[in-house]
């Protein structure tokens, strides 16, 4: 017994080793499934089962020389007997799921034309045929025959125990020890063993469910179990067992404690045992603490009640759900568009939201429902759920802010844990409002699940269970029921997977302390759920009234920020349209110039003309200066305009153009030439000059220079005169060059009585031109005079040469 129980003890410490590698085995079956999916489609069972589906790629590696033991149902899924059998099977594998590492189920479709030859190398001739195959099997092994003709799940559970038992030695280190254990194994037992807690299960020797036990604690560490029977009245005595079954803890100081659950039997000893602290699936990291849970997620931990529902999970998922997983669809059509129509409008029949998004729903509602085309567009949708057309008290709030959903890491939880919350919340609104249409809520959540949820490989999942038996449902009742019942399907499909959160295992909802009514047992010991009772809890725990309402944005934050996000999308819009207007109306002015707004060479032409006349208003121009001075300032000539208009002219030719993407020309200085510096910048000093001149006729005193100060003033915008002695100079000086290569060499006097009869004659005739445009012109005048008295004698030569021709005889 003591060489039994070490080797059994042995086999425990091995099995977590074992462990990694039957995950990677797993692994290569499912992708194997996923490869070859024809005979899941055609058959009976699919991956989604916990189910292997074997062919002839994978039946080798499956059932030879494996480490795990294998249940194999070989079928044809046109046998009737076979179709019956199958919800049966299936549950097994979900109720066994846990003995894995152990114990497989696998099923072949043997109807396929490609698994014909395996099962006919298995001898199988009638359907259903179970065979089991126990661990390292040969390669010429065709199995064990395994009764199934009962349709009793703990009957075929307690029969793979019995196959588990009987393998022959060495024992699969992949299995733990099933056998009982002695007092001297509980003596030396924390000596050979690292574990946290040793539990023991006392029973009686036809009792399997220190076995069941057992095995479901496979997957997990730091713990133990062992079985006690009632027959050893040694330890029984010494422990003080009067209970079968019962559970103990025993310390490694030797302390024995009973372990507390609501019913003895396997579920809860499962259960508690799997909660006890320190104990997590194997490969899974330990559970975060709340400290380190602060700072490993984007945003602070929000303390919560685990058993409540939370109104903020629920806008979160609306957000999300419409802002993001419908966004991904540009142009909804077709059975999509259908899909989100339903979807709205059960969330505006039966969310219990808040009344801003309750009015936000309506809109988007009544938008949807107005829509008679065969698609729509998100940018049109978003303009909607974005309350564009601002609506008084209308807003869906923006962000996700996870309370009852939130998980130890950033990946795990949120969107799925509230998609899962919203759909228990619609079905239990659409129960206590009384709904005419039993699967109107179950309708909307599949299609919207199969046109919109991100997760595809989910939305099949989702769509197989509803194909199913979506059908059964045809009361309100039984649909909140159904939900419930494929929640805790999908849970037990999940549970270890990488997705669960260890600090949110998945277990079969509500667990035994939110809701001790809901768990009961048979006759024969095995769990059972009330189902009135999970109904009763469900109507509670999800009604309008019991949703908390902590870490909700308040109201008004909400509408200010939607104002605010509002006016910024017309301030960008508005700046938008500016942008492209300017960049339209550079485009058609680079093609067809505007009269309005002259080119670069017109400017410089007008500057140039500017530059033109200027001497004539020393003599010539009296009678303009006379006029400007008695305040006529119509019809003037250019150059007897006022000083003010003389420098808003200046100020109107230097002016950037207006045309968008017209290259602009580098400003110049404020000094000119000196024609036109005199002509423009000494207007009032020259006409001065000139009326005493004409008063006195006598020489003038020079007056101080002054120029127009370039400085504008920012009130005001005037141009105001400041003294130029000293830098009038200097600016003269660094123009010289520019002067010199325009050939302006003229200088000019402003005191009228230096001036001699002969100049002021030459002034006159010259109207602003400087001596070289004076020689030019006079030399001009020559050679044209020259050239027509050329002409004039060759013509009178030539006509009378033809006169003497003529009068010859």
């Not at 059509?333 to 936000?360: D, H, Q, W």
């Not at 260890?502 to 079969?508: A, C, E, M, S």
């Not at 003010?644 to 200046?650: D, Q």
Request: glycine share 6%; with cysteine; proline share 5%.
């Amino acid at each position: 017994m003591a060489r039994r129980c070490g080797r059994a003890t042995s086999r425990f410490t091995v099995e977590i080793q074992i462990y990694p590698r039957r995950i990677a085995t797993f692994a290569i079956w499912l992708c194997f499934c996923l490869l070859f999916p024809s005979a899941a489609e055609a058959g009976l069972y699919t991956a989604s089962d916990q189910v292997i589906v074997l062919s002839q790629e994978n039946v080798e590696s499956v059932l030879i020389n494996s480490s795990a033991a294998v249940l194999v149902e070989f079928y044809a899924s046109w046998c009737g007997h076979c179709i019956a059998f199958s919800p049966v099977y299936k549950s097994l594998a979900s109720d066994i799921k846990e003995w894995k590492p152990a114990v497989d189920l696998a099923a072949v479709d043997c109807a396929a034309e490609e698994n014909r030859k395996v099962c006919t190398g298995f001898g199988i001739r009638a359907y259903p045929t179970i065979k089991f195959f126990h661990a390292y099997s040969k390669a010429d092994s065709t199995g064990q025959a395994f009764k199934a003709s009962t349709h009793d799940v703990r009957v075929l559970r307690h029969r793979i125990i019995d196959k588990l038992e009987s393998h022959e030695e060495p024992w699969p280190p992949a299995c733990p020890p099933l056998e009982p254990t002695s007092q001297a194994e509980i003596d030396s037992f924390f000596e050979t063993n690292s574990v946290q807690h040793l539990a023991l299960i006392f029973e009686d020797t036809k009792s399997y469910i220190g076995r069941e036990v057992t095995l479901d604690l496979l997957q997990y560490e730091n713990v133990a179990v062992r079985r006690v029977l009632s027959t050893e009245e040694g330890l029984v005595t010494k422990l003080g067992v009067t209970e079968f079954p019962s559970c103990y803890l025993y310390s490694p100081q030797g302390n024995l404690t009973r372990l507390k659950v609501n019913i003895e039997a396997r579920t809860f000893y499962s259960y508690a045992l799997q909660r006890l602290p320190g104990v997590v699936r194997s490969g899974k990291p330990l559970p975060v603490t709340l400290d380190i849970l602060t700072n490993s997620t984007e945003e602070p931990w929000r303390p919560f009640n685990r058993s409540g529902v939370y109104m903020a999970d629920l806008e979160s998922t609306l957000h999300y759900s419409l802002r993001v997983e419908v966004a991904a669809h540009t142009l909804i059509k077709g059975e999509a568009l259908t899909s989100l129509k339903k979807y709205i409008s059960v969330l505006t029949k039966y969310f219990p939201g808040r009344p801003v998004v309750m009015s936000l729903l309506k809109s988007v509602n009544s938008w949807l429902q107005n829509q008679t085309g065969d698609e729509i567009s998100y940018e049109a949708l978003k303009e909607i759920l974005d309350n564009s057309a601002q609506s008084p008290d209308t807003a869906l709030p923006e962000g996700e802010r996870w309370v009852g959903c939130q998980g130890s890491r950033p990946h795990l939880r949120r969107y799925p844990c509230g998609m899962w919350t919203l759909f228990h919340a619609l079905t239990v609104q659409a129960k206590n409002a009384g709904g005419t249409d039993p699967q109107e809520v179950l309708s909307a959540m599949r299609n919207y699940v199969h046109s919109f949820f991100g997760c595809r490989a989910c939305a099949e999942h989702f769509e197989i269970m509803a194909t199913e038996s979506l059908v059964e449902v045809n009361t309100l009742s039984s649909a909140v029921l159904w939900l419930w019942s494929r929640h805790n399907r999908v849970n037990n499909r999940l549970a270890g997977d990488l997705s669960e959160d260890p600090n949110f295992p998945k277990i079969q909802w509500p667990p035994p302390e939110m809701c001790p009514a809901c768990h009961t047992v048979k006759e024969n010991g095995e769990h059972k759920w009330s189902q009135e009772q999970v109904l009763l809890f469900l109507l509670s725990h999800f009604s309008s009234s019991s949703i908390l309402t902590d870490y909700l944005e308040d109201e008004s934050q909400i509408l200010a920020k939607q104002r605010e996000k509002h006016v910024s999308q017309q301030q960008a819009l508005e700046a938008q349209k500016h942008v492209e207007r300017k960049a339209r109306e550079a485009l058609d002015s680079m093609a067809h110039p505007l009269p309005s707004q002259p080119t670069m060479q017109e400017e410089e032409e007008e500057e140039e003309e500017e530059e033109g006349p200027q001497d004539e208003e020393e003599d010539g121009g009296e009678g303009a200066a006379a006029d400007e001075m008695e305040g006529k300032t119509s019809e003037t000539t250019p150059w007897a305009k006022p000083e003010m208009e003389v420098g808003r002219g200046r100020r109107q030719a230097r002016r950037k153009p207006s045309i968008v993407g017209m290259r602009m020309r580098e400003l110049q200085e404020d000094i000119v030439d000196l024609d036109s510096f005199v002509n423009q910048h000494y207007k009032a000093k020259a006409l001065r000059v000139k009326q005493r001149t004409l008063q006195r006729k006598e020489e003038q005193e020079p007056w101080p220079v002054f120029g127009l100060g370039m400085e504008l003033d920012a009130g005001l915008g005037m141009v105001g005169l400041q003294p130029m002695e000293a830098d009038f100079e200097q600016d003269v000086g660094r123009q010289r060059k520019r002067l010199q290569k325009r050939e302006l060499t003229g200088q000019y006097f402003v005191e009228e009585a230096e001036l001699s009869h002969r100049g002021r004659w030459m002034s006159v005739l010259s109207i602003g031109f400087s001596k070289v445009d004076i020689s030019l012109c006079v030399i001009l005048y020559f050679l044209s005079s020259m050239c027509l008295l050329a002409m004039y004698l060759f013509f009178k030569t030539r006509l009378r040469l033809r006169r003497a021709k003529v009068a010859l005889p």
